[in-house]
């Protein structure tokens, strides 16, 4: 490519195409847009990528995704979050999508992923300890494992259980189900499995 295209657009092209879910065809895309779009456009982008890690930092209590120089998430000190309910998530972009139900007002937990030996993830990847501590020093009464409906997830949680020892502390799950719309027989075991668990009366 780079003996049909100049050097730098071909750099351009290759550095799009390292995203995850970007094919060649969309990061050539990407790359002919930019170079036919305003310059401003471009240099945007570049400062804000350069920036990223500089100004991006975690809360040392949730590790959830911070600004570089706050001491702690607002998703923490915020006096109407109820710090004695957490929920917890692989991910810090997790919070994001509960968030976006404007329904839960306890503060959260990011454990930087899901318990996974097979990809070298192990108990001391995950921040469960800082968890532990959390529970201890908040005197946490819930936490809510909102951990993905898959092996790694439920790994993961049996985990936390174990962790908690005799600590008098409430343990839920978000509700699993068969989402609306899906036929008995495209389901999977676990999602079959958490449907029959949470089983509600009619009448």
Do not use: W
């Amino acid at each position: 490519m780079s003996s049909i295209i100049p050097k730098p657009l071909a750099e351009l092209i290759e550095a799009f195409g390292q995203l995850p879910g970007v094919g060649p065809r969309t990061a050539e895309r990407y790359a002919y847009y930019l170079l036919k779009a305003d310059p401003s456009k471009s240099a945007i982008l570049a400062e804000a990528a350069a920036n990223l890690h500089e100004q991006i930092s975690t809360c040392p209590k949730t590790f959830a995704l911070i600004e570089a120089g706050q001491k702690y998430s607002s998703l923490y000190t915020d006096p109407r979050r109820n710090k004695q309910v957490v929920a917890v998530v692989a991910d810090a972009f997790d919070i994001v999508a509960l968030e976006k139900t404007n329904s839960y007002n306890g503060t959260y937990h990011v454990l930087g992923g899901l318990l996974s030996p097979i990809d070298g993830v192990g108990p001391d990847q995950l921040r469960v300890k800082e968890l532990m501590k959390r529970v201890d020093d908040d005197g946490v009464e819930e936490l809510i494992l909102a951990t993905n409906a898959s092996v790694e997830g439920e790994s993961t949680a049996l985990l936390i259980t174990q962790r908690l020892g005799k600590r008098p502390v409430k343990l839920t799950r978000l509700a699993r189900g068969l989402p609306v719309g899906v036929d008995l027989e495209y389901a999977d075991q676990i999602t079959l499995t958490r449907a029959l668990e949470g089983r509600q009366a009619l009448i």
